[in-house]
């Protein structure tokens, strides 16, 4: 639903809170908290921690839990979503900036949770290698892709592919969405018999710690404006993220943030840089 990164890492993490004692994850909270700097906060989700010995094959959401916000010395309460574990802030007065400092408050059936974090900067020198793609013509007839097997030519694939670059010195975590504007009659590129291949209008990377990452028109599904937008992954994402794949002996200590519960809360930002995408001349 939002461009948050789905945290199945997490998921993998907190499910296995301790290989060696279940029964410390019974009573447990597991936050999935992200702030974007610039938007309505959406992105609250509460579940319960599954132990290892479980047979659950999702984690129980926790919705009547009550979830604050606390800026400074301004408290926003949030409101239950109409999706089960997650929370909202409703009103018009709460916004996420750079700099700012946030607090999450948690109380749910006698338990407190708390987490702390602050608002990076936005990525600096987002760029386009091009503000045009070009699509060719589809080798079965209609607008499609060169790099397609069986279309174009020699070079064609390089020819319909943009490059997205940031500065990274640190090497740091960034992560990148590419989304069609389009909201109306859209001009397909591909045939309908081929379109369901494809990942839709939006597609979300994995973080990289690189500096740039190659659009391919393969990866797009209609002609016309598009957006890239590169997120700066705040530092306990970045945790979180570099210890997915853990050693067995490790299964007991999960990256968190978070007091009195596991799990993450944490903040991001960004730059968007738009581009079109057109069909070539025959």
């Known amino acids: 639903?939002?461009?948050?990164?789905?945290?199945?890492?997490?998921?993998?993490?907190?499910?296995?809170?301790?290989?060696?004692?279940?029964?410390?994850?019974?009573?447990?909270?597991?936050?999935?908290?992200?702030?974007?700097?610039?938007?309505?906060?959406?992105?609250?989700?509460?579940?319960?921690?599954?132990?290892?010995?479980?047979?659950?094959?999702?984690?129980?959401?926790?919705?009547?839990?009550?979830?604050?916000?606390?800026?400074?010395?301004?408290?926003?309460?949030?409101?239950?979503?109409?999706?089960?574990?997650?929370?909202?802030?409703?009103?018009?007065?709460?916004?996420?900036?750079?700099?700012?400092?946030?607090?999450?408050?948690?109380?749910?059936?006698?338990?407190?949770?708390?987490?702390?974090?602050?608002?990076?900067?936005?990525?600096?020198?987002?760029?386009?290698?091009?503000?045009?793609?070009?699509?060719?013509?589809?080798?079965?007839?209609?607008?499609?892709?060169?790099?397609?097997?069986g279309g174009g030519g020699p070079g064609q694939a390089e020819q319909n592919t943009l490059t997205v670059s940031w500065d990274n010195p640190a090497s740091a975590l960034h992560y990148v969405v590419v989304e069609s504007l389009v909201t109306e009659d859209p001009e397909y590129i591909q045939p309908e018999f081929f379109r369901d291949r494809f990942g839709g209008f939006r597609f979300i990377t994995e973080p990289t710690d690189l500096a740039y990452f190659d659009v391919n028109a393969q990866s797009l599904q209609v002609l016309g404006p598009h957006r890239v937008v590169v997120y700066r992954v705040n530092e306990e994402y970045d945790d979180l993220y570099e210890n997915r794949e853990q050693d067995s002996r490790d299964l007991n200590e999960p990256p968190t943030n978070v007091t009195g519960g596991l799990g993450v809360f944490s903040a991001f930002n960004s730059r968007s840089v738009g581009f079109e995408v057109v069909a070539a001349d025959d």
């Open 1 to 149: 639903m939002h461009r948050l990164l789905p945290l199945l890492l997490l998921t993998a993490l907190v499910a296995a809170c301790d290989a060696t004692a279940p029964e410390a994850a019974d009573d447990l909270l597991v936050v999935e908290a992200f702030l974007y700097a610039g938007e309505p906060v959406t992105a609250v989700r509460l579940t319960e921690a599954v132990p290892l010995t479980s047979e659950d094959a999702t984690a129980p959401p926790v919705s009547d839990a009550t979830v604050r916000l606390v800026k400074g010395d301004a408290v926003y309460t949030l409101t239950p979503s109409d999706s089960a574990g997650y929370y909202h802030y409703a009103g018009a007065d709460l916004t996420v900036e750079a700099g700012d400092a946030f607090r999450l408050e948690v109380e749910s059936a006698g338990r407190v949770v708390t987490a702390e974090t602050v608002v990076p900067g936005p990525p600096e020198g987002v760029a386009l290698s091009d503000a045009v793609l070009e699509v060719v013509t589809f080798s079965g007839g209609g607008p499609g892709t060169g790099g397609f097997p």
